[in-house]
C-alpha cells in the first residue's frame, strides 16, 4: 500500500478523546506494519554520544509511522512531531494529552458523587442505568481503586487548584498519589497567590495611570 494512502479517520485535535483516538491509531500502525516505531526506541549511542538507528528498515519503520501519524493529528498538534522519532511524538502526546483524560475522569467522578435518585424513579432503574453509564467511562480511562480515590480527592478541591495541578502535572491522576497530590496543591496555592498578587500590582498601576491621565496639570501664570 502506498504511504501518499489517505486515512478516512477523524483526526486528533487536542480537545476529544485521547484514550480513544490513541486506540484508533494504534489499530492503524498495526495494520499497516509500522506500530513498533511509536512502541520503542530502536536507537542506540555511538561513540561519539549520537542516537542512530540499529538497522536501515527500523529507520524505514520509523518514517512511515510518522507520515501515518501525520494524517490522523491536525496541523496544530503535529508540530510536536518536528525534530522527533515516532516513539518521542507518541510519548509526547501521551504527556500532554493524557491529562485531558484525567479531566475528563474528574468531571465524571464529580457526577457520580452528585447522582441522586429522583423522586418519580420508583424502582430506582434511572438512578441505576445513570451510575452504570458514568461507572462505564471511568472504565474506558482505566480507572483504577487507586487513582478513583485519588480522583474523589481532587474533585472536592477548587478548580483552580485542579487546573494548575493539571497543567503542572507531567502525569495523569493514575500515576499521582496523596503526598505527590499534597505537594501538587501546595504548589498550585503559591502559584494562584502569586499570580493574583501580579493582577493586583497591575490593576493597581493601570488605575494609578489612569487616575494621572484625567487630572487636569495646572498651568502657572
Request: negative net charge.
Amino acid at each position: 500500500m502506498a504511504i501518499h494512502e489517505t486515512l478516512d479517520i477523524e483526526k486528533f485535535d487536542g480537545l476529544g478523546d485521547y484514550a480513544s483516538w490513541k486506540d484508533t491509531a494504534l489499530t492503524v500502525l498495526k495494520a499497516k506494519r509500522c506500530h513498533g516505531a511509536v512502541l520503542e526506541d530502536k536507537r542506540v549511542q555511538n561513540g561519539r554520544g549520537e542516537y542512530v538507528w540499529l538497522t536501515t528498515a527500523n529507520e524505514e519503520e520509523d518514517s512511515t509511522a510518522k507520515l501515518y501519524l501525520a494524517q490522523l493529528l491536525t496541523s496544530d498538534i503535529n508540530r510536536y512531531a518536528r525534530g522527533r522519532t515516532a516513539n518521542e511524538l507518541w510519548e509526547k502526546l501521551d504527556s500532554v494529552y493524557s491529562l485531558v483524560n484525567t479531566s475528563t475522569s474528574l468531571d465524571v467522578v464529580a457526577d457520580m458523587i452528585k447522582l441522586r435518585m429522583k423522586p418519580g424513579d420508583t424502582n430506582g432503574l434511572l438512578y441505576s442505568r445513570s451510575f452504570r453509564m458514568l461507572r462505564e467511562r471511568l472504565r474506558n480511562n482505566d480507572i483504577t481503586v487507586d487513582s478513583l480515590m485519588t480522583l474523589m480527592f481532587l474533585s472536592g478541591l477548587n478548580d483552580k487548584y485542579v487546573h494548575v495541578i493539571m497543567k503542572h502535572s507531567a502525569t495523569s491522576a493514575k500515576a499521582l498519589d496523596f503526598e505527590e497530590i499534597a505537594m501538587e496543591v501546595d504548589y498550585a496555592a503559591q502559584t494562584i497567590l502569586s499570580r493574583l498578587r501580579s493582577e493586583e500590582r497591575a490593576s493597581s498601576s493601570s488605575d494609578h495611570h489612569a487616575s494621572a491621565a484625567s487630572t487636569p496639570s495646572k498651568r502657572h501664570v
